[in-house]
């Protein structure tokens, strides 16, 4: 019998649930950081808009009251329906922008090959054609540093994408909101689908001209501040300024973000929030809460976590690298204590001149090298992540013997309450000297999730680009931001014996002029993928 | 011809077209934002839809854009005609001829129900019925037959003009 096929897709990258942090998968097509971008962007409008702010306060009371749950998630579920187009297309705008700044434009070029039919539809909705963009460009231009005009091209396009997605999702509902319990009463819904964003989107397209584009885009840059705030206030409401008036053009209501109260609305449920001002807070905050992501690692992790390598094995696999690149490799360690084990998590990074020169040995396609073409010269490469078990307290000062390296340098200070568990404190003790450096490595393969002998061993995509920004914010402020990227420690049952000790990096192992903007790269690299809080997750799951 | 033109034909638009794609295809409780992509690592689901079932996604679009017009709303957003579509799908997968107004009224039971036959017409779904209309549809729900004469219930009252939908 013939057969007729629907889309054939289940390659689920990131999700986004109201309230939570945004969730990728590592080790997918798309580097984490496009697929963060995409779910941070929900998170913007979550956040950001009033009937955000009510999913928001549906996700919350699901989740805190399990006796609600389920009728919190249908109400959800069914607001959703309403806002899909608005979400996604916003989202995966943000997504593509992402794509252009990391100069990916295969996957832009591309995307018909793994966006689904419904993202493009969507996505459809939020993109203009050059010729409206002339002005945003020409504003653009303007910038004195022409380095800078790519990037505040991009950022000029999202705020656009931002004003019109913002101006259909913030629908009255305030005052409905007001009226009693209402987060899962039927006359919000009604008055939802009465309001749905996805039918107001119609007429805030049809005004988001290029003249609107362009006056906004002056309007935005005209209120930034000549001296650098210390926050994001004056940007803020500059976009909510534009976002009503791109509603009153397009003649639906609006109302701001603020007309949802969700300590209000939850309290009514007995459920107690407490709610920050995020206009007001200083801005290496807000950019501490965009940077927080759950990233999951797919089967190859989990598997390389219940087994981990033998460190003798270890060594082996390490001496194939270098013999594969003739060069060593640079090497960010996180070291922690499961239960009883002790845990190495090596992740081996190369720069894109030692990935190039491996590229034309073995001979990759040429759309592959030009592709590294377009990568920052400091951006690092994550080749290899090795899951090391270490006898507990013996082995950790021998690290650096086991793989010959001259020097390692602790990136992290353990924290005071380590010391309370005097196994933990044995341990530090005996590290002593142990700076960590050098790990010169190099890449067996860069691509496509192929494996090594050892079957431990987990091979990472190239990562392109990766937080330049977060990697400075992450060392000018250690020891502390370490700790902050620990995710999800506290939802896990306080029997887990887990703990980071520390990490240490090699120090110069690409060459003695690896930059070291290079390293902090690889450093923030590793905290960003948050390897080690996937272990925390896995663990929770065993119910240890 | 393909899903996508049939389902097209009927005068759905692309985009829904593509919803009820994602819909029949994806396993979700639609209370996440997720980001799919397609498959092409060879994992995965895939909904086949085998001849016989054709017509009964025609029947369900065809109903669904018949039903569009009658009522009063301006516009439905993408995913809510796709969820009423799918609906009407399933259940006639399920040899349960529903009518376009009947899924309807399971959509909103389902989402918020329990209601009663007042809060129902207040929807934008249902506001050109009355409410004995309303009580009338879901009388017929509660003993639904199916097209070989077993009769199911499909939503349930609490006596008090309560009522839910049942397994939907």
Redesign the interface.
């Known amino acids: ?17 109201p309230g939570g942090a945004p969730q990728v998968r590592a080790g ?3 580097p984490i950081q496009v ?1 963060h971008v ?2 941070m962007a ?1 998170r913007q409008l979550c956040d950001a808009t009033s009937l955000g702010r009510y999913m928001t306060g549906l ?1 919350i009371l ?1 989740g805190r009251k399990p006796a609600r749950e389920e009728r919190a ?6 607001t ?6 608005v ?2 297309g916003f ?1 995966t705008y943000s ?1 593509m922008l992402e794509c252009r700044r990391l100069a990916r434009h295969d996957l832009v070029e591309a995307k018909e ?10 996505l459809g909705r939020f993109e203009c054609d050059e010729a409206g963009l002339e002005d945003v460009v020409r504003e653009a231009a303007r910038l004195r540093d022409p380095q800078a005009v790519h990037g505040a091209l991009l950022l000029l396009l999202g705020y656009l994408g931002h004003i019109g997605a913002a101006a259909a999702m913030s629908i009255p509902i305030g005052a409905v909101l007001a009226e009693g319990p209402a987060l ?4 919000t ?2 008055h939802i ?2 309001n ?4 107001r989107l ?1 007429s805030v397209l049809q005004h988001l001209t290029p003249q609107f584009r362009a006056a906004a885009i002056r309007r935005i840059v005209a209120a930034k501040p000549a001296v650098p705030s210390a926050t994001n206030r004056w940007l803020d409401d500059v976009l909510s300024d534009l976002v009503r008036d791109l509603c009153a053009r397009a003649e639906i209501s609006y109302e701001p973000a603020d007309a949802v109260s969700l300590p209000s609305l939850l309290g009514q449920e007995g459920i107690s929030v407490v709610e920050t001002d995020a206009r007001d807070l200083p801005i290496g905050t807000m950019r501490d809460y965009a940077d927080e992501v759950l990233i999951h690692c797919g089967d190859d992790f989990r598997e390389a976590i219940e087994n981990p390598v033998p460190l003798d094995r270890g060594r082996v696999v390490h001496e194939e690298l270098i013999r594969t690149f003739g060069h060593r490799p640079h090497v960010v360690c996180e070291i922690g204590s499961i239960g009883q084990e002790i845990m190495l998590f090596m992740h081996c990074f190369t720069s894109k001149a030692a990935l190039s020169s491996y590229y034309r040995k073995t001979g990759v396609p040429e759309a592959e090298l030009r592709r590294l073409e377009d990568i920052d010269e400091e951006s690092p490469a994550k080749v290899w992540l090795m899951v090391l078990s270490l006898d507990y307290g013996a082995s950790l000062p021998e690290v650096p013997r086991h793989f010959g390296h001259e020097r390692w340098t602790w990136v992290s200070d353990y924290q005071p309450e380590y010391t309370r568990n005097a196994r933990h404190f044995e341990i530090l003790g005996r590290a002593g000297e142990v700076c960590a450096v050098a790990l010169p490595t190099s890449l067996i393969k860069s691509r496509g999730g192929t494996r090594s002998r050892s079957s431990h061993v987990s091979t990472m995509p190239f990562s392109g680009t990766l937080f330049s920004n977060l990697g400075e914010r992450v060392l000018e402020r250690m020891p502390q931001d370490l700790c902050l990227h620990e995710f999800a420690t506290s939802d896990l049952p306080a029997r887990v014996p887990v703990v980071r000790l520390g990490m240490m990096r090699s120090d110069g192992s690409l060459s003695d002029a690896a930059p070291a903007s290079f390293q902090r790269n690889c450093v923030a690299a590793t905290i960003y993928q948050g390897f080690y809080s996937e272990a925390y997750r896995l663990l929770a799951q065993r119910g240890m | 011809m ?2 996508t033109r049939l389902l097209a034909n009927s005068g759905l638009s ?2 829904v ?3 009820i ?2 819909a ?3 396993q979700s ?13 060879g ?9 016989d079932d ?1 017509p009964l996604l025609e029947a369900a679009a065809s109903l669904t854009v018949g039903y569009l017009g009658a009522t009063s ?8 005609i796709a ?1 009423l579509v799918v609906l009407l799908y399933k259940y006639r997968k399920k040899r349960l001829e529903l009518s376009a107004m009947q899924a309807a009224l399971l959509i909103e039971l ?3 129900g329990p ?1 009663t036959a007042k ?1 129902l017409v ?4 249902m506001e050109k019925l009355t409410e004995s209309e309303v009580t009338a549809e879901l009388q017929r729900l509660t003993r639904f037959a199916r097209y070989d004469g077993v009769r199911t219930s499909l939503v349930e009252s609490d006596g008090q003009d309560m009522w839910r939908a049942v397994d939907v």
């Not at chain 1, 998630?73 to 069914?78: D, R």
């Not at chain 2, 994992?43 to 001849?51: E, F, I, K, S, V």
Request: charged share 20%; proline share 3%.
């Open positions: 019998m013939e057969s007729f096929y629907l889309q054939s897709a289940n390659e689920m990258l990131g999700l986004f649930r997918s097509r798309l697929v995409h779910e929900h996700a699901g998630n249908a109400v959800l579920a069914s959703l329906q309403q806002c899909w187009t979400h996604e989202a997504q090959e793994y966006l689904r039919d419904s993202y493009l539809s969507a899962t009463e039927h006359r819904r009604v689908q009465r749905a964003p996805d039918v119609d | 393909s899903v692309d985009q077209v593509s919803l794609d994602d029949l295809s994806t409780d639609g209370a996440d934002m997720p980001l799919i992509l397609k498959n092409i690592a994992r995965g689901t895939a909904t086949a839809l085998h001849n054709l709303i301006v516009a439905w957003a993408p995913a809510a969820g389902k989402s918020n209601l809060e207040m929807s934008p779904a």
